[in-house]
């Protein structure tokens, strides 16, 4: 975690952060079940690394927005259902 002059912001800062990986992940997870594919195939037919996705699902990646945009086409939603 970042430090500096006030923790107490930094600290706020990464569980916001935190907190909005975990939405996207769970978002990510959501639109892939409704589409009925496993990791494998969603990540082969998104464009996207297995693992990536993985960690993507359960918060541990910070995707670009690039990244967003790619699994928002594939799935044929705005990014912002991904993020709210």
Known sequence: MARGKTGQINSKVFFAKNHLL???GKNVQFHREKKKETRDQF?????????????IEFGNANPSIMTLKKIADYLGISIGKLIK
């Open 43 to 55: 990540a082969t037919n998104a464009g996207l690394g297995k693992y990536f996705l993985y960690r």
């Open 22 to 24: 975990q939405k996207i």
